[in-house]
C-alpha cells in the first residue's frame, strides 16, 4: 500500500470536507465550483486507483450506486417524541407557570427559554459511532424507524465524519443527533413543475416532497432532490457533561451540523412570546416552511427534573402559526393548455385575502383531482398556499351548496384548437396532441421568451397572445422577424416599448448555447439539463445529431431525457424551426469556449450586482462571474468585493459605499473580465 496515496487521499478529503461545511452549512463558498469539482475529481482518480483506500466516510461515498429493496427497521435507543402545541400567547403562559408550579420554582423568578424555528419537514436521528456517521432514520411510531442512511448520505449538509472546531470539545464516542429533513421552497417548485411535465402526480407541499424523497428506494434520485437539513437536539451522547440546551446547540455546531441560526435565548416567556410573534410576521421571508416555533427550557438540569410524559417532554411548547387558509367561491373553473399540451384545471376564485395577498385562481391540478375532491362550479372552497407558493384548493365546504353548483366535465377536446386530447401511458394529465394548436404555440413562446431562457424582456404573455392571433407569429423562431410596426399597434403597447422590445430581441439573439437548448422547449428538458448538453457539444448541430446511445453515456442524462431529445430533433416541425432561426443569426454555438476557466482577478472573489446592465442580463454576468471563478451573492455585505453597478441601481450602492467595498460600473467590469 502506498503510504503516499493514503496521506493524499486523507487531505484531500478533509479540504473537501472543509469546503463542503463552508458551502452546504454556513452558506459561504470559498472556492468555485470549478476548483471544487477539480478537488473531487482528483479523489476520485486516486481512490479509483487504490479503492482499498475507499472508506465510507469519503466524500466520493455519498451517492451509493444501488436502490435498496426495502428500508430495514431500527429501534431507537430512546424514544423519538412529538411536542404539546398550542396557538395562544395565554397557552404559553399557562406552560411557564406549570413548569415554575412543578419544579418548585417561584412565580416571580424568570425561566430562560431557547425559542426556535418549527421546521416543517421529516424528523430524523443521525447515530454516530467515533466520530463516524453510521446510521440515520425516520422517527416511524416513535419506538421504531426506517433505515434511511443511503438517502440521508446524500445530504451534503450532514457530515459523514465529524470534526471540532477551535478544539473546545472532543468527538464523543458515541453520540445520536435529533433534526428535521427539509425540501427549500424553490426545490419543492422545481420537482413540481418537472413532475406537472412528465405527467406524474405534483406534491402538495415541500413536506410530503421532502417525505417522498427520503423514502425513495434509489438513492441516485434522492441526490438530484437537493434536500437540507437542521439539527435542533442531542437525542444521546457519550462522555460529554452538558448544562444548556443553547451549549447543545453551540457543540453540534463546533461539530459541524447545520444549526438554524434563528434560536434565541429568552430571558422569560414574555420575551419568548415576543419572539413567536416576530416570526409570525417574518416567516415569509424563509425559503423553507416554517410551521411554528418550539420553546425550550434552557436548563438541562430543569429538564431533567420535569421529565416527559408518555407522548412528550414537558420541558418544551411548541407555539403553531395560524394555517394560511381561507374560503371563497369557484367562479369558473378554466382549462389552461401547457407548452407540451398538458391540460391543467384551474379555478377562477372571487377574490380573497391569503397569506398577504390577494388570491384569485388555483390551481386544481388535474382531472382525477377534481373528481376525487367533488369540486363543482360554484363551490365554496377552502385555499391555501402549498409551499406559501401556489394557492391551491384544498376542500370543498359541503355545508354551503345550494343545489346550483356544476358538476365539471373532462373535456372531450383541446378547448383552443378542439384537437383530440388523451392520456398516454396512464399519466394523469390529460394531453392536447395537435402539434399546431396555438395554446401551445402561445406557451412554448413565452417560455422561449423567459428569464432562465431567451430572456427577452418585454415579450410577456398579454404580447404573446397578440402575436400569434394576429398572425405575426407562428413559432417562436418567427420572433426574430418582427418589425417595430408590427408592434406599435397592439394593445398596451406604445413607441418606446415597441423600440425597447425590438432592441430586446435583437440583443438576444447572441445568448449563450445553454439558454437557447433550453428554451426550445425540449421535453424533459430544463435548464440544469440544457447546461449539461451545451457543455457537452459545444453546437446545436452537433447536439441534433446525437444519438440515443450517445447521449445516455453523458453523466446525468437517462435514457427517458435521451429519448425526448432524439424524438424533438427527429420532428420534421422542429428542423424548419431550427433552420429559421439559424437564417435569422440566432447562435447555435458555445459560448466562451477559449476563456480560461479561471481568471485571477476575479477568482475567489464575491461580487453582487444592482441595477440593469446594458450588455448582460442578470444571469448572464452571474455565469460569467461564476465560470471565471468568482462568487455572486444578493447583499452587500462586508465580505463583497465588488459590486457591479447598472442603470437605476438599488440601495445596495449605498451600503457598499458606507461598508467601502469597490464598485464597478459595466465598463470596469467588461475590463476586469476579460
Ligand atoms: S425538538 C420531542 N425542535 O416538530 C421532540 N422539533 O410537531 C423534540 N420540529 O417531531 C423535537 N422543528 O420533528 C424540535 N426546532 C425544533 C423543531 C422540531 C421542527 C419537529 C419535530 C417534531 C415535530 C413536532
Redesign the pocket.
Known sequence: MSTTAKEKIEQLRSIIRYHDHKYYVENHPEISDYEYDHLLKELQNLEKAHPELITPDSPTQRIADQPVSQFPSVEHKTP????D?TYSNEELKEFDRRIKRMADIDANTDIEYVV?????????TLWYENGLFVRGAT?GDGFHGDDVTANLKTIRQIPLKLSVSGGVYKIPPIIEI???VYLPNKEFQLINEEREEKGEIQFANPRNAAAGSLKLLDPRITAKRHLKM?V??IGYVEGIKLESHLQCLDIIKAMGFPV?PH?KLCKNIDEAIRYCSEWDKRRRTLDYM?????I?ANSLALQEQLG?TSK??RW?I?FKFQPEQAVTRIEKIVVQVGKTGTLTPVANLTPVLLAGTTVSRASLHNFDEVKRKDVRVGDHVVVQKAGEIIPQVVTVVKEKRSGSEKVFAEPLCCPVCNGPVSRENEEVYLRCYNPLCKAQAKRRIQYFASRDAMDIEGLGPAIIEQLVDKGFVEDYSDIFSLRYDDLVNLERMGKKSSSNLIHAIENSRGRDLDRLICALGIHNVGLHTAEVLSDHFDTLDKLADATVDELERIHEIGPVVAQSIVDFFQNEHTREIIKKLKAKGVNTKRLMVGVPQKNKKISGKSFVITGKLEKYSRSDAEKLIKRLGGRVSSSVSKKTNYLVVGEDPGSKLDKAKELGVEILAEEAFDQLTS
Not at 80 to 83: Q, T
Open positions: 423519538m417524541l412529538s411536542i402545541n426556535e424555528l418549527k421546521i416543517d419537514g421529516i424528523a430524523i422517527r435529533r433534526g428535521e437542521f435542533y437536539v438554524n434560536a416554517v410551521d411554528g416555533m418550539v425550550k416527559s412528550a417532554p418544551m411548541s
